[in-house]
């Protein structure tokens, strides 16, 4: 499992990338894993790149970049991919089991991946459990910052959204929903949905996948 201090390396890399204007750097180890494990899932699956990035309906390559790390995916572009490949965004954040439950993840230990499309983290909550029933996740939006450019679907389930920080707009259906720090939504993720942040500051969401 990665220290705490090659994630404290990697937060630095994101913050001076940021305030240089900079996309974040895709040769970070999180990235690098999660690029690994996208083309790991293909390959196990027989696909080609052509054929995964016809059915997450990208071009290929968009998602050659990715595999090969040089270009940093929106959310809503991995979400793509996961539904095309038949699993939770989680998923790819994986790494091999764990020894059972309880499962403690401390605060220094989580994995963070940055998109530089999506001005947005995520970090999941509940690695190395193939088998769970829910995908706990924190969602940081910075201002500006969104899911996608367009609404787009997620795979199989539902999920719930709860705003930990900041303020939030909800965008579904063609109906867009303010939500305030303490405001919590439940919702069915396989119909175009997106997440905004409209507001000055960072936006956290605590979002929970049950599949």
């Not at 390959?43 to 995964?52: P, T």
């Not at 389930?157 to 720090?181: D, P």
């Not at 919590?184 to 956290?204: E, K, Q, S, V």
Request: with cysteine.
């Amino acid at each position: 499992m990665p220290s705490p201090r090659l994630f404290d390396e990697v937060l630095i890399t994101i913050v001076q990338n940021r305030l240089h204007g900079a996309c974040f750097n895709v040769h970070s180890p999180p990235m690098e894993q999660v690029c690994k494990k996208i083309r790991q899932l293909r390959e196990d699956k027989g696909w080609s790149v052509r054929g995964l990035a016809a059915r997450a309906e990208i071009s290929p390559s968009a998602l050659s970049q990715i595999e090969t790390g040089q270009n940093s995916p929106s959310i809503a572009t991995l979400e793509k991919i996961c539904v095309a490949l038949q699993i939770p965004i989680v998923a790819i954040f994986d790494d091999g089991e764990t020894a059972g439950l309880p499962l403690i993840m401390r605060v220094g230990d989580r994995r963070k991946f940055y998109s530089a499309g999506s001005h947005a983290s995520l970090e999941p909550l509940a690695r190395g459990l193939p088998q769970k029933k829910m995908q706990p996740l924190l969602m940081v939006l910075e201002p500006g910052g969104e899911c996608g450019e367009h609404p787009y679907a997620s795979a199989d389930g539902e999920e719930f959204a709860i705003v930990t920080r900041g303020t939030a707009t909800f965008e579904q259906s063609g109906i867009s929903t303010a939500l305030k720090e303490g405001d919590a939504i439940y919702y069915d993720p396989r119909l175009p949905h997106n997440w905004h942040n409209h507001g000055d500051n960072a936006t956290t969401l605590l979002v929970v996948v049950a599949q």
